[in-house]
């Protein structure tokens, strides 16, 4: 049994098919990345693991157990973590609060989750922001502050959805560096990424899509040189002269 | 320090007040205050805090109000049992309530307040039988005294303050706030955001329904105009949250204090001082104005409301920064 | 038999003026996404001024249409101009700001006009208010009838003028998708403070056109407004032909009450509809818990 697994999922808004008949597999420790054009579907496909609408059909499993049709606080319990697109944090309140709200999932000791709390925010290297108003925060910091509430929830599989947005190149290899800490903290990673450098650097495979649609799965290299994915992404004239 | 020792002061000055200002009217207004504290409070757990904002705290008033009142008038048992019971029987109503209109987002949520409290206004004045309608019940007064009086509502007051200090430190008061700043965000990271709402509710509830017992004892009358009331109780407890601060713990104590004397100007025309103006200048404009005043403390609830949503949004307390360079600001100005 | 179908009809032509009110309101709940409750009370102020109008001046209220139908739409034009638009731009905490302020608004006009008229129940008796015309052994109110074909007209017109005209469409556009519509060069702003002149104007014609056959107190605002966000939950938020529905559907709710239950329950009916639409309309429902 595949530690994480999504069997055929298909969301329909109204008429339109987001997502359609879309199946793949994650190895543990592994790092997997979702690429495709916008409005391809990959956000609407985490937004179906994460259960933040419901599956119009399919299954998704968590090592080996059915996830899908459970909701979303209780995906996270089981060990799903997920950033989102749009950063999300409590504006008003620390970032050292920020976290803290999140480290309380698994502890109910609020001393507890305070220690929690500073050890993540030491691992994402945001300590020197531990007192800032998160509203204060530069954005990649902000972005930062994304994955560390997500990490404090100690997650087995961590959902990472654009994180690399609006980063300037040395922000960027910074949040490929932490990328990095985190799977090898035993993390195992699904990312949707723009950002080719990000994504083809840092993934073990890749899977495309469009349309809703799985367009070709492999490894970095096998996908790039894909004439579909090519033709997605830059249209049909380049592909003719691939 | 300075913190804990304003606070000790302050509880100091409140326990000494009745035997130091023995006039019954302040007295009575101060009692006002300290129950209103605990509304405040309660109707800040939700509506500030967690972000599900109340519309119709009055639903839980006057359930604890006719909890106590009809213990006595049904069941001839001390009204006193009505406090925490009135308490209890917000709760039970509160969870219900919660269960089915969680799950309707923002505005909507207020507007079931609203109509949760309109029904009960209703059912309380059509069914006689069980409260006698638009006739009310009448509760023998335990205590001639207010003192009594004043102190049950002191610790109440001081309960409410605790008790929002305690849990918004807690667990629960992340959560709360998470919920409140983003919903979809708190479920992914593992809140139960419908359960933590419902114990948000179920608090406020018990605070909102134990003022409501008090009431019922203390002024011993009610009636379903009264402790359903929405001007005077519901919208009161939004302005006592608001105008004090919402989402700050000391918010709804100042908010108590300001709206109780915005009332009692009004109804008295400004403590009496208008009609004495009148009477004094022979002035018949005078003691019209005076008359206008006292009817048109509704009026000033509206605008108040619209006034502070626009240029206080954060009430008092959260807007503190703002005031104070306001305030250097003119100094400035005049100097 | 006759009495069945003497409360149809009234329950229809009655269902028609709440149509007006619902539409104004709904449009204003999809555009801007915030529930006017001060809706009801512009409809009272709307009918104090065919009140004055009628008794200082002998205008006619269906005459009267003409000026308080522009007049409250100024009025709706001020409130989002200079109360409402500016709550954007307000950091708050508090998430239900604009809510809050209508009901703020809705309470100053009740109580400006308590101070003006006092709490004394006003009409308006003028030559057919209580007159009927038959037709089939039922009784039509002639006031009601002629207020119900001035509905069906203005419900047209406005029809037309959200499907052909520009501003309507913008009015769409920034309902389905206000950041798009902005994207597009559509000034949000502007049509805000429009769609809230227009709903006023709408609710001002449904008080102007009731007002022969009703009575007339300052706090009469109340209970419109509670009917006005029945009449738009029940029929779906921001759509219109939904607020159509809904609103014949309160008169008819109301009007079957009253005949079979007695006239103190039309208060409770809204109120009933309202708890059942939260508990059990699915499709309703389910646009409001994605909000």
């Not at chain 1, 087995?156 to 290899?173: H, I, Q, R, W």
């Not at chain 3, 308590?114 to 057919?128: E, G």
């Amino acid at each position: 049994m595949a530690y994480f697994e999504v069997k055929g999922i298909t969301k329909f808004f109204g008429g339109l098919a987001a997502v359609n008949d879309v199946s793949f597999q994650v190895e543990q420790g592994e790092i997997y990345g979702l690429i495709g054009p916008n409005g391809s579907g990959k956000t609407t496909i985490f937004n179906c693991i994460n259960a933040y609408f419901p599956l119009t059909k399919g299954e998704i499993y968590f090592e080996g157990k059915k996830i899908s049709g459970l909701m979303t606080h209780q995906i996270c319990k089981r060990g799903v973590g997920r950033t989102f697109q749009v950063v999300k944090p409590l504006k008003r309140m620390t970032v050292l609060d920020n976290v803290i709200a999140s480290a309380f999932l698994h502890t109910r000791n609020k001393s507890e989750a305070v220690d929690l709390a500073e050890k993540t925010i030491e691992f994402c290297e945001l300590t020197k922001y531990k007192d800032k108003l998160a509203k204060s925060l530069p954005i990649a910091s902000r972005k930062r502050l994304e994955i560390t509430r997500a990490l404090a929830t100690k997650p087995k599989l961590l959902l990472l959805d654009e994180t690399a947005a609006g980063l300037n190149p040395s922000e960027l290899d910074e949040a490929i560096a932490l990328i990095k800490k985190i799977r090898d903290s035993g993390i195992t990673i699904i990312i949707v990424e723009h950002i080719m450098k990000v994504i083809m650097t840092i993934s073990n495979r890749i899977l495309a899509i469009n349309y809703g649609m799985v367009v070709a799965e492999g490894s970095p290299t096998e996908v790039a040189g894909n004439h579909e994915v090519i033709t997605a992404y830059l249209g049909e004239d380049y592909s003719a002269q691939s | 320090m300075k913190r804990s020792f304003g606070r000790l002061l302050l509880l100091a000055v409140l326990l000494v007040f009745p035997w130091v200002l023995k006039d019954a009217y302040y007295q009575h207004l101060m009692i006002l205050v300290l129950m209103w504290v605990a509304i405040g409070s309660g109707w800040n757990l939700i509506s500030g805090y967690t972000g599900q904002v109340l519309f119709g705290a009055a639903s839980f008033f006057g359930i604890g109000a006719y909890t106590a009142a009809l213990l006595l008038h049904k069941l001839d048992i001390s009204a006193w049992w009505g406090l925490p019971l009135g308490g209890v029987a917000a709760v039970l109503l509160a969870f219900p309530f919660g269960w089915i209109c969680f799950r309707l987002r923002g505005p909507y949520f207020a507007l079931a307040t609203l109509a949760l409290n309109e029904i009960l206004r209703n059912i309380a004045t059509v069914w006689e039988s069980l409260t006698e309608g638009m006739v009310g019940i009448l509760v023998m007064q335990s205590f001639v005294s207010k003192i009594p009086y004043y102190y049950i509502a002191l610790g109440l007051a001081v309960l409410s303050i605790v008790l929002v200090d305690v849990v918004m430190k807690s667990r629960w008061g992340y959560y709360f706030v998470s919920i409140r700043e983003d919903q979809d965000a708190a479920e992914s990271l593992g809140i139960d955001t419908r359960y933590f709402k419902m114990v948000s509710l179920c608090l406020s509830a018990l605070l909102i329904g134990l003022a409501g017992g008090l009431y019922t004892n203390y002024m011993g009358f009610i009636d379903p105009k009264v402790v359903f009331s929405l001007h005077d109780i519901s919208i009161m407890a939004i302005l006592v949250g608001i105008v004090g601060g919402v989402s700050t713990v000391y918010g709804p104590a100042i908010g108590a204090f300001i709206m109780v004397a915005v009332q009692e100007v009004f109804r008295t025309g400004g403590f009496g001082l208008l009609p004495a103006l009148g009477k004094t200048t022979g002035w018949p404009f005078m003691t019209t104005l005076a008359r206008y005043v006292s009817e048109v403390h509704v009026l000033s609830f509206g605008i108040l409301v619209v006034a502070v949503i626009l240029y206080l949004p954060n009430g008092i307390v959260g807007d503190w920064s703002s005031i104070r360079r306001a305030l250097i600001f003119w100094r400035r100005k005049a100097a | 038999m006759e009495v069945f179908l003497q409360t149809l009809v009234a329950g229809i032509l009655k269902g028609g003026l709440y149509a007006l009110i619902g539409l104004g309101m709904t449009l204003i709940m999809g555009v801007m996404g915030i529930i006017n409750l001060a809706h009801g009370q512009l409809m009272m102020v709307a009918m104090y001024v065919t009140f004055v109008l009628f008794h200082y001046l002998g205008i006619d209220p269906y005459i009267t249409l003409l000026i308080s139908m522009p007049s409250l739409f100024l009025l709706g034009v001020l409130i989002q101009k200079f109360l409402l638009n500016p709550l954007m731009k307000v950091e708050s905490i508090l998430p239900e700001n604009q809510v809050l302020m209508t009901v703020g608004i809705g309470m100053v006009l009740t109580e400006i006009a308590r101070f003006i008229f006092s709490s004394n129940y006003l009409s308006v008796k003028t030559s057919y208010s209580s007159a009927a015309i038959f037709v089939g052994g039922i009784s039509f109110s002639v006031a009601l009838t002629i207020a119900f074909i001035f509905a069906c007209t203005l419900t047209g017109i406005l029809f037309w003028f959200l499907i052909k005209t520009d501003l309507g469409r913008s009015i769409r556009a920034v309902s389905q998708d206000g950041e798009a519509a902005q994207l597009m060069g559509i000034n949000a702003e502007r049509i805000k403070v429009a769609t809230m002149g227009i709903g006023s104007a709408l609710v001002a014609a449904a008080g102007t056109l009731l007002l022969p056959i009703y009575y007339l107190f300052p706090d009469i605002g109340g209970p419109f407004t509670r009917r006005a966000f029945v009449i738009t939950i029940l029929g779906g938020l921001g759509s219109t032909v939904g607020a159509i529905f809904g609103g014949l559907t309160l008169g008819l709710a109301e009007a079957f009450s009253s005949t079979y239950m007695g006239m103190e329950f039309e208060d409770m009916v809204g109120l009933v509809i309202f708890v059942l639409v939260l508990l059990f309309l699915p499709g309703g429902l389910k646009s409001l818990t994605k909000v």
